[in-house]
């Protein structure tokens, strides 16, 4: 269980299309866009694009949707 020291909190920014199961069902997403998540900083991946710092992570790594 993180702790609140490894936690963050942010807001969603864009969503992918959902998680593509072994039969080729797909999940759709439960996050949208302008949702404010928690989650665990080390399971993110920090991406730069045009000198914007991004942090891109799975749904199932979100702790909780804290609010909108």
Known sequence: IPTVDESVKARVIKV???????????????????DVVLFNVA???????????FLVIKEEDIIAVVGE
């Open 16 to 34: 992918g299309s959902g998680k593509l199961t072994e039969d080729g069902t797909r999940i759709n997403p439960e996050v949208t866009v302008g």
């Open 43 to 53: 399971s993110a991946v920090s991406v730069t694009i045009n000198k914007e710092v």
